[in-house]
């Protein structure tokens, strides 16, 4: 059974970075996208970028370069780095796994706030 | 940018039919999937490829995809099945969401 679960900080202070891990158990590392995704409070989900198990990534454009991505299958890890937070980005952050997201972390609630 | 629109809100009395749209250009070219979110948890995939059903979901849940529209339906509702809604796709190699239905079951 795959599982995959959110950690990190809580709580992000203004121009600061957000950085999130993403810890899978169960299943495969390769051959896979591996995405992150948010929800701000009451609204819909947005895509932030994934990581290839090849390597490469890709991000949402609305997110300008403040997303980086990386992947660690040795730890059976993936990682989020969002640079330059906002109040704006307060949201909660869901890892899933996929080209359809099969797989879901339970999501991490961020508060970016001084 | 590729954009999908999705109605706010669909209601639909119990035991009845829900249908909940997705509009996209061409959407019908693309592979569309569809999940459902229950207040204070993670979405749940309900179907993927347009009409295909994770195990697990209820063969009460279907989807289509045509032309400018997706499609899921939802046969005999249920109470359960009230939840929001959301159709994706992907488009140059990036993903785009819907905005989301609320289905309400009466």
């Known amino acids: 059974q795959v599982q995959l679960q959110e950690s990190g900080p809580g709580l992000v202070k203004p121009s600061e970075t957000l950085s999130l891990t993403c810890s899978v158990s169960g299943g495969s590392m390769y051959s896979y996208y591996w995405n992150w995704i948010r929800q701000p409070p009451g609204k819909g989900l947005e895509w932030i970028g994934y990581v290839h198990s090849s390597g490469s990534t890709n991000h949402n454009p609305t997110l300008n370069s403040r997303v980086t991505m990386s992947l660690d299958t040795s730890k059976r890890q993936f990682s989020l780095n969002l640079s330059s937070v906002t109040a704006a980005d307060t949201a909660v952050y869901f890892c899933?796994?996929?080209?359809?997201?099969?797989?879901w972390g339970q999501g991490i609630p961020v508060t970016v706030s001084s | 940018s590729y954009e999908l629109t999705q109605s706010l809100s669909v209601s639909v009395a119990q035991g009845q039919t829900a249908r909940i749209t997705c509009g996209g250009n061409?959407?019908?070219?693309?592979?569309v999937h569809w999940y459902q979110q229950k207040p204070g948890q993670a979405p749940v995939l309900v179907i993927y490829?347009?009409?295909h059903r994770p195990s697990g979901i209820p063969e009460r849940f279907s989807g289509s995809n045509s032309g400018n529209t997706a499609t899921l339906t939802i046969s005999e509702a249920q109470a359960g099945d009230e939840a929001n809604y959301y159709c994706q796709v992907w488009d140059s190699s990036t993903v785009v969401f819907g905005g989301g239905a609320k289905l309400t079951v009466l």
């Open positions: 899933a796994r996929g080209d359809w997201f099969d797989y």
């Open positions: 490829r347009n009409y």
């Open positions: 061409n959407i019908g070219t693309k592979n």
